[in-house]
């Protein structure tokens, strides 16, 4: 049959099992604390319990001087460590490295809840975050009146740019109301629009410190003031809902100065540069202009601008004689044509003909004598000649044979 | 003074002369034509006159700021 084994044989056997085994090597164990005593050496035996079970735990001395509260009976708790069989009693038990207070995974779900509401809700949407001022004359700062964090920022902003402005909205950044206060400070520097910025600022604390910044009332405050806003809570490593709602994330409270205020020497330094430049440029600009208006200068019409009018007056003299010309040209060649009509007309004027000798002789009627039968003896007949008329009586008058 | 410029003056009395040229008006449109010329005549002499005073004194200003 089986092998008959001693007790220690056993207990070593179990111990060898337990230790090989990767799970109970790494624990997280949530439970709520029983049975505590703090040794007079500092090590701390309790028993931690759910509604049904329970198991011994011990913490050492050296882990449970870094216990961030007092470990009482009855408080929810997780810890992490791992799983030992205790051969001369025969009893497993945890030894506990790192304990906590179980309320901490409460509000972890709470703040991951939360989280994503307002993600959904666009409240951490960067088409809403507003851009921070370039140089902002006055800085609002929600924190503490005590304390190093007010300091701080004092001291950036003084080394940055000794003549700022800064108002403090005096604010509890502790305790369940702590976000209230906040509230009111982010209220109070909308309502009066007195800053260009407003800071809201805590130094490093544990979570349960910090929690004011993930109140989803504080939050919406910081979506709605009209003035951007800057977390700066905690160290680099803590985000809260407050530091997604802002506008802008410093990691501390001296990076938020920082990252607000330019450094004033820069600023000054760079002025002189831009004027600098500005003054070279300007005189390029005009050394360009002036080569331009002497080149024009230069140029034949300016030099002797009567040039111009002088072509025109040439071109108008031109045309001038022209239009003289041209129309004594055509009053000529109304002449010439008169003179050409007037001489066809003399040659038929039959007064040039009685010039000559010839005469035109009538009766006393006017009618001119043709034919010798028109008159009879004793007719009154008149005698036109080239010059004057002679009046006659006829003698006789016979047709030529 | 006609508000037509120079150039537009200019045209026409081109134009006056090239109908003389021709010599196909009747006499009464000769004289019209003839009366237009004359007076165009006088307007582009006295609008080059005006010119010529305001281009010289100019070119003696930028002479004195040379």
């Not at chain 1, 509230?183 to 800053?195: A, C, H, K, P, Q």
């Not at chain 2, 009395?13 to 007076?39: D, F, M, N, P, R």
Request: with cysteine; net charge negative; hydrophobic share 35%.
């Amino acid at each position: 049959m089986e092998k008959t084994l001693t007790v220690t044989e056993l207990n070593n056997y179990v111990s060898q099992l337990l230790s090989s085994d990767d799970i109970l090597e790494s624990l997280k164990v949530e439970g709520e604390i029983s049975n505590c005593t703090i040794h007079y050496s500092g090590h701390v035996y309790f028993s931690i319990k759910d509604d049904n079970c329970s198991i011994r735990c011990v913490m050492f001395d050296r882990s449970a001087r870094n216990l961030k509260f007092k470990p009482e009976n009855g408080i929810k708790v997780y810890v992490y460590g791992y799983l030992s069989f205790y051969e001369k009693t025969g009893q497993t038990q945890i030894i506990v490295t790192v304990m906590t207070e179980g309320g901490t995974g409460d509000l972890f779900v709470k703040f991951e809840n939360l989280k994503k509401k307002l993600e959904l809700e666009g409240l951490f949407s960067h088409e809403n975050k507003k851009p921070l001022p370039y140089l902002p004359e006055r800085i609002g700062i929600i924190t503490s009146s005590t304390g190093a964090v007010l300091q701080d920022i004092r001291n950036t902003l003084q080394k940055r740019f000794d003549n700022y402005g800064m108002i403090l909205y005096p604010a509890t950044v502790q305790g369940t109301d702590a976000h209230k206060t906040i509230i009111e400070g982010i209220r109070y520097f909308n309502d009066n629009n007195n800053v260009d910025v407003i800071i809201i600022a805590r130094g490093g604390g544990s979570v349960e410190d910090l929690w004011p910044f993930n109140e989803e009332e504080l939050a919406y405050a910081i979506y709605a003031s009209e003035i951007p806003v800057i977390s700066a809570i905690g160290h680099e490593t803590d985000f809260t809902i407050a530091d997604f709602t802002a506008d802008a994330r410093a990691a501390t409270p001296t990076a938020a100065a920082q990252m607000v205020m330019p450094e004033k020497n820069m600023l000054i330094k760079d002025i002189f540069l831009k004027r600098d430049s500005l003054n070279n440029a300007f005189s390029k600009l005009l050394r360009n202009l002036d080569d331009k208006i002497l080149n024009i200068k230069q140029r034949p019409v300016m030099r002797r601008p009567e040039e111009y009018t002088n072509i025109l007056g040439l071109n108008l003299d031109n045309i001038t004689n022209r239009f003289f010309l041209a129309s004594k040209a055509y009053i000529d060649g109304i002449y010439s044509r008169y003179n050409i009509l007037n001489q066809k007309i003399e040659a038929l004027n039959p007064l040039n003909v009685l010039s000559r000798g010839y005469s035109i002789t009538t009766d006393k009627d006017g009618k001119v004598i043709k034919c010798s039968s028109m008159v009879n003896k004793d007719d009154r007949i008149i005698t036109k000649i080239f010059e004057g008329t002679i009046s006659s009586i006829v003698e006789k008058a016979e047709k030529n044979e | 003074m006609s508000d037509k410029d120079f150039n537009e003056l200019y045209k026409e009395l081109e134009k006056i002369v090239e109908q003389l040229e021709k010599g196909e008006l009747s006499l009464e449109e000769a004289v019209k034509t003839y009366t237009q010329g004359h007076e165009l005549i006088k307007q582009l002499n006295e609008k080059l006159e005006k010119a010529r005073e305001k281009m010289v004194v100019t070119g003696k200003s930028e002479l004195k700021e040379m």
